[in-house]
């Protein structure tokens, strides 16, 4: 069966509505996911999750499912797969393991963006300053692009 669905940890239910909901950081689910995705992915924070909600690949952007697909290359875990509606769930384009590894940078990011957002979510305008501080600190943060060019796939 293709895997048309990334998981959120179930236990992490109320961190997505304080982020999304009450601090109004992100406009939907999907978007809470993939900014806890690379903060995950950029911290080198993995957490394995208790199956919960999922998100349907197909609401996903390609330039989503790229990053999704680069994680799952520099993990040695990707394998080819697609979104495509009009494929039949027998078809198998897709490992549930692949998948796996984004749930799990997802389910470690968010905890991770939780707790320094944690204290300023009470007010909206706040939460969005404090994360834009966290972002602008990110921004700042030196990274050695040539090393993760080495690892990329030119095919």
């Known amino acids: ?5 990334v998981r959120r940890d179930s236990t992490q239910d109320h961190m997505y509505t304080a982020l999304r909901e009450d601090a109004q ?3 939907t689910y999907k978007d809470t996911f993939m ?3 690379l903060f995950g992915y950029s911290n080198e924070r993995r957490k394995k999750i208790k199956a919960g909600p ?3 690949l197909g609401i996903f952007s390609e330039q989503d499912l790229q990053f999704m697909k680069l ?3 520099l993990e040695d875990a990707f394998e080819s797969f697609t979104v495509d509606p009009d494929a039949s769930d027998d078809t198998e384009d897709a490992s549930l393991d692949n998948f796996e590894i984004i749930e799990e940078y997802a ?3 968010l905890d991770m963006l939780y707790r320094k957002l944690e ?10 300053n404090a994360y834009l501080d966290l972002m602008n600190e990110y ?3 030196e990274f050695q692009t040539e090393d993760l060019v080495k690892e990329l796939p030119f095919n």
Do not use: C, W, Y
């Open 139 to 141: 921004e700042n943060r």
């Open 107 to 109: 389910a470690g990011g």
């Open 71 to 73: 994680i799952m290359h």
């Open 54 to 56: 999922e998100i349907l």
């Open 35 to 37: 900014a806890a995705l």
């Open 1 to 5: 069966m293709a895997k048309r669905s």
């Open 119 to 128: 204290v300023f979510l009470t007010d909206p305008e706040t939460a969005q």
């Open 25 to 27: 950081l992100f406009e």
